[in-house]
């Protein structure tokens, strides 16, 4: 059997997997491309201190550890630990002792952060209308099949645990689709979340 090659256009032209591989490896330059140019217009370093900057915005307070940061972005706890050191260097996060446990600090973004995490992150935006053209049933369609690849890099240790609907434990997977204990409903695909507040972790 032929060795297959991925990025080979002639095994693409035959091999529909390698041609979604490749269109995925395209989509990721392009956030790529879209984040590097963000950072560069506010004077921001690296493209983690945009992802850092957003996430800070939106996450509760118990998931802004480095600790957890290093989880959720799949990279050490010291390329984080250096590009949260540049942020608080310029002034735009702080570490707070998180009580009772005076060995870790949770991560708060001063004024001055909070207000370019929010320019930094309309990085997404050329994406966000991208996808907002796709027919809502279609989008739906597309949310399910991207979650299970996810899911699946997931279970073969390629990235860490997502905190989405196929990891967790309130989540069942029905003869009529997909169903949430938490919530007690069954749920359409465009229901599904790749980030969830409720999310308990699945019993192996």
């Known amino acids: ?79 984080i630990s250096d590009a949260v050191k540049t942020l608080e260097q310029k002034g735009y996060l702080k570490r707070e002792v998180i009580p009772n446990d005076t060995r870790s600090h949770s991560l708060v973004l001063t004024k001055q952060g909070k207000s370019l995490a929010a320019k930094v992150e309309q990085f997404a ?22 979650m299970e690849i996810i899911y699946d890099l997931n279970c073969n240790d390629v990235i860490n645990v997502q905190h989405m609907c196929f990891n967790c434990n309130y989540y069942e997977q029905k003869s009529r689709g997909h169903y949430c204990q938490f919530v007690k409903k069954n749920l359409k695909a465009a229901d599904l979340r790749v980030e969830c507040p409720e999310f308990l972790l699945a019993e192996a």
């Open 1 to 79: 059997m032929a060795k297959e090659f991925t990025f080979n256009p002639a095994q693409q032209s035959s091999n529909t997997a390698s041609k979604i591989v490749a269109a995925l490896e395209r989509l990721s330059e392009a956030f790529r491309v879209l984040m590097w140019q963000e950072a560069k217009q506010h004077g921001i370093s690296s493209t983690i201190q945009v992802q850092l900057l957003t996430f800070l915005l939106h996450y509760p307070k118990e998931q802004k550890t480095i600790t957890y940061l290093a989880e959720h972005f799949n990279l050490t706890k010291a390329t």
């Open 125 to 146: 935006q050329p994406m966000q209308k991208t996808i907002a053209n796709i027919p809502s049933a279609q989008q739906a369609y597309l949310l399910e099949q991207l």
